[in-house]
């Protein structure tokens, strides 16, 4: 199913799970308006191009899972707006190699997975101080 026609108006009917389907086409530009999600899991899906950077306007999200989405790499260096995510999972990117993403100010993370996503260099520093991270 392609979701890149769909054009999301009435955002409290939008489904915060769609894992596991066959959605194909890129994320809609529409979805950046869902500025009250806190939960969205788009996993095991057939999205094209990249994660879309218009991810910086869910600045209420707690739960981000990405993983095997066909997505391209690299994470978006707008994901370190989402200062509120507890449960951060992307996973499987295409190319588009990137340095470790900025999540220093996530201080309420407790999960988070980053598996293939073609990152390079060192972890981070702050990664030891995040407190609350049971998982990673």
Sequence with gaps: MD??????????FFPSDLSSNDFTGELPSGVANLTKLTTLRLS???FTGKIPSFIEKWTQIETLHIQGCSFEGPIPSSISRLIYLKDLRISDLKG???????LAKMQELT?????????????PDYVGDMEELTTL
């Design 111 to 123: 999960t988070l997975v980053l598996r293939n996503c073609f990152i390079h260099g060192k972890v």
């Design 3 to 12: 979701l890149t026609n769909i054009h999301v108006k009435f955002f409290f």
């Design 96 to 102: 588009g190699a990137s340095t470790f993403p900025s």
């Design 44 to 46: 095991g899906n057939n």
